[in-house]
Nanobody
Framework: QVQLVESGGGLVQAGDSLRLSCAAA?????????MGWFRQAPGKEREFVAA????????YGADSVKGRFTISRDIAKMTVYLQMDSLKPEDTAVYYC???????????????WGQGTQVTVSS
């Protein structure tokens, strides 16, 4: 199982940008997995944000973030990124990354969750 550590969260204003990073501890297995970003707001269920294939050739995101968030991965650095632009107050949540055997938005297909990083967007 790959150990993951998220970073890059913070407090920003609406319209600002942030880039989240998800660093993997194991390079060999990191290359084998699809990666996903999820988020969880207080009192709400964890929801899918974006995912990327093991090769980085395929990506897709939730409708709520399309055109604003971009997922990418750097295999050499064993890191997955989530570039978040035009942030809105409703993007406020703890953001988590995780691994999956396939490219999917299904929460149950993911494991190896990191500890999360808080993103707060003020209006």
């Amino acid at each position: 199982q790959v150990q993951l550590v998220e970073s890059g969260g913070g407090l920003v204003q609406a319209g600002d940008s942030l880039r989240l990073s998800c660093a993997a501890a194991s390079g060999r297995t990191f290359r084998s997995y699809a990666m996903g970003w999820f988020r969880q707001a207080p009192g709400k269920e964890r929801e899918f944000v974006a995912a990327i294939s093991w090769s980085g050739d395929s990506t897709y995101g939730a409708d709520s973030v399309k055109g604003r968030f971009t997922i990418s991965r750097d295999i050499a650095k064993m890191t997955v990124y989530l570039q978040m632009d035009s942030l809105k107050p409703e993007d406020t949540a703890v953001y988590y990354c995780a691994t999956a055997q396939i490219l999917t938005s299904r929460l149950g297909e993911y494991d190896g969750w990191g500890q999360g990083t808080q993103v707060t967007v003020s209006s």
